[in-house]
């Protein structure tokens, strides 16, 4: 009897989901400041990116350079992923919280602002949120004063879903959680051709407010690598010399994200 139940336990622990977690490398054109932003500079601004999140987020900070105004018209600025354009200005008058925007359900952000610069690896505290008692009808054109910025975290980099990692070269690491033991890691590189993501910013912005002249800025990224590890040697808790637990990552970039996946073992 005693055998039977060990077998049994075996069966079901054997088919247990396990928690797995795709990590995703992105490679652009744009300067890479030790892998925690992207930053695109010209005469009238500078643009700084960070994607770290879980499912990514398209965060980015305008910065002013100029001694005078510009405007940024976010009717004519998109995010871009795969060719599927998400606006990031809507005609409609907000009643509820920021979720109500008719952006694509799957990639709506309706988390605080992210703000890398003061902890690039945590949100801030600050809401964005309209309360049900009121009605805002979005701010299409920014009027963005000389020397300051603005930030916008509006949408996620990926959907639900997940990849296949037979399709993915495996090798033996130490676990990050038990460093006398192994695990496998997966991993894929791909081109500008063959990526599974490629993802667009585009910003039209003006120093006129009636836009009689304009520019616009279209900055573009891509996955370079995929990563696929279970969670728990991608993201652990380590106990330091004072006792306290620290959480641990195979990768932290600022210019990476990463999605939890279930699959089965």
């Given at each position: 009897m005693k055998n039977i139940i060990t077998c049994l336990l075996l069966v079901l622990f054997s088919s247990c989901s396990v928690t797995y977690v795709e990590l995703y490398k992105t490679k652009s054109n744009l300067v890479n400041i030790d892998n925690k932003e992207y930053i695109f500079d010209n005469d009238t601004v500078r643009i700084r990116y960070s994607f770290w999140k879980e499912r990514g987020i398209m965060y980015f900070n305008i910065y002013n350079k100029l001694n005078v105004p510009i405007y940024i018209d976010w009717k004519k600025s998109s995010f871009i992923t795969n060719s599927n354009k998400i606006n990031y200005w809507n005609d409609i008058i907000e009643t509820k919280s920021r979720s109500s925007l008719s952006f694509d359900r799957e990639y709506i952000y309706t988390g605080a602002l992210f703000n890398p610069y003061s902890n690039l690896y945590n949100i801030s505290g600050t809401q964005v949120q309209v309360t049900s008692s009121k009605t805002v009808r979005p701010e299409r054109i920014t009027f963005l004063p000389p020397n300051s910025s603005i930030e916008k975290s509006p949408v996620l980099l990926t959907t639900s879903g997940s990849l296949n990692?037979?399709?993915?070269?495996?090798?033996?690491?130490?676990?990050?959680?038990?460093?006398?033991?192994?695990?496998?890691?997966?991993?894929?590189?791909?081109?500008?051709?063959?990526?599974?993501?490629?993802?667009?910013?585009?910003?039209?912005?003006?120093?006129?407010?009636?836009?009689?002249?304009?520019?616009?800025?279209?900055?573009?990224?891509?996955?370079?690598?995929?990563?696929?590890?279970?969670?728990?040697?991608?993201?652990?808790?380590?106990?330091?010399i004072n006792g306290k637990y620290e959480t641990t990552y195979y990768f932290k970039n600022g210019v990476d994200f990463f999605r939890y996946v279930k699959n089965q073992e």
């Open positions: 990692k037979g399709d993915f070269t495996p090798k033996k690491d130490y676990r990050n959680d038990d460093f006398e033991k192994k695990t496998t890691i997966y991993k894929k590189e791909y081109n500008i051709n063959n990526t599974p993501i490629n993802f667009r910013n585009y910003i039209t912005i003006s120093t006129n407010e009636n836009f009689t002249t304009e520019a616009t800025i279209d900055n573009q990224f891509y996955i370079g690598e995929v990563y696929i590890m279970e969670k728990l040697h991608f993201q652990s808790a380590v106990q330091d």
